[in-house]
């Protein structure tokens, strides 16, 4: 009987050391909520410049989002999937990396749209702005309902219950 009892309590502890832990994917659910919620920031101030029509900054504003959005991409590379499951991680790569496409090309023609139309767009200039923001909507929808699809399924299969706060800047 007392050999068994060490081998119990060595079984008992290796059980319980192993695997990763809740905080371990609290920690990493809001590390990539983080970077998303950075990108997305300073999408909606590029966007709101768009729609202002100031391009006073603009191309810096759309370069600082490319350099952000490599940064991110390449963070996101380093720590790798987490417990070996990458869906949540990839996803998030491809939403950022479909904003890194639309920063070094979508948004350069908008911005040169908008500037050589500044007097007033011509009903071929609206036609072109509005086919390439549909193009944009209909990709990052589908992007980022796949984003949110991956991260429910880690936070239910890690049961971490979000709060809202993760998401405050």
Do not use: W
Request: with cysteine.
């Amino acid at each position: 009987m007392r050999g068994i009892i060490p081998f119990i309590l060595l079984f008992l502890l290796l059980i319980t050391g192993c695997g990763v832990t809740k905080k371990e994917a609290i920690a990493y659910d809001s590390r990539l909520i983080h970077m998303q919620n950075k990108i997305t920031r300073e999408l909606v101030i590029l966007g709101s410049l768009l729609r202002s029509g100031n391009f006073t900054g603009i191309e810096d504003r759309r370069a600082a989002l490319s350099k952000s959005v490599d940064l991110a991409l390449e963070e996101l590379k380093s720590i790798g999937p987490f417990d070996s499951d990458s869906r949540y991680r990839d996803a998030l790569v491809s939403l950022l990396t479909f904003y890194a496409t639309i920063a070094n090309t979508e948004y350069l023609e908008v911005i040169a749209i908008l500037k050589q139309s500044s007097e007033g767009a011509s009903d071929q200039d609206l036609k072109k702005l509005n086919e390439i923001s549909e193009r944009i909507l209909k990709s990052e929808r589908e992007l980022y309902e796949e984003l949110a699809d991956a991260q429910k399924v880690f936070e239910d299969k890690y049961r971490i219950i979000q709060t809202g706060a993760e998401n405050l800047p």
